[in-house]
């Protein structure tokens, strides 16, 4: 299954994130792994600095309406 990927902001060649919300690593070739938080909220850590992965996906796409975002808020 092929989901469209971009450029994660200040890390281009490093990461890329998905339309649903997937952060991909490039020089593994794997799917990092999303964490919880106490509030529900998905985070990843990248080069010793955590991330809302909804955040990520904000920058990167943008566009809201009729998103494929699969995180919780």
Do not use: H
Not at 56 to 67: H, S
């Amino acid at each position: 299954m092929d989901e469209q990927r971009v450029p994660i902001e200040g890390y281009e060649g490093l990461y890329e994130i998905s339309a649903t919300g997937r952060v991909f690593s490039l020089s593994t070739n794997r799917y990092r792994v999303r964490k919880g938080d106490e509030y529900g909220y998905r985070w990843v850590k990248l080069s010793k600095k955590n991330f809302r992965t909804k955040e990520l996906w904000e920058k990167a796409f943008g566009d809201v309406r009729g998103c494929q975002y699969r995180g919780q808020e």
